[in-house]
């Protein structure tokens, strides 16, 4: 059975950090791409930063200059530096099958999130 779980939330002051990480399990052979989204209370899920599975990275503009992402094999990385308040959210994160043999191309498994408090 497919899983995802997020690890390294916590509550930190601002211009803090905090490591994130998301480990993918029963994917069997599939590719992947590995996301990170937040949502803060009241608001939509929001994009934060990918991996792909040829581990090209994309990053949201409010994150990028503060926040790497990096990924080995099932394993996805997430340094936040430099927090501020408004980073305050629930980490998710997202794997999104993009092919192999036997595998849902498209299929979307999400985790049941990480909380990240940072305080002024």
């Known amino acids: 059975q497919s899983q995802v779980v997020e690890s390294g939330g916590g509550s930190v002051q601002a211009g803090g950090s905090l490591r994130l990480s998301c480990v993918a399990s029963g994917f069997r052979q599939c590719s992947y791409d590995m996301s990170w989204y937040h949502q803060a209370p009241g608001k939509e899920r929001e994009f934060v930063s990918t991996?792909?599975?040829?581990?090209e990275t994309r990053y949201a503009d409010f994150v990028k200059g503060r926040f790497t992402v990096r990924r080995d094999k099932n394993t996805a990385y997430l340094d936040m530096n430099n927090l501020t308040p408004e980073d305050t959210a629930m980490y998710y994160c997202q794997v999104l099958i993009v092919s192999g043999w036997g595998c849902a191309q498209g299929q979307s498994t999400w985790g049941q999130g990480t909380q990240v408090t940072v305080s002024s």
């Open positions: 991996v792909d599975s040829v581990r």
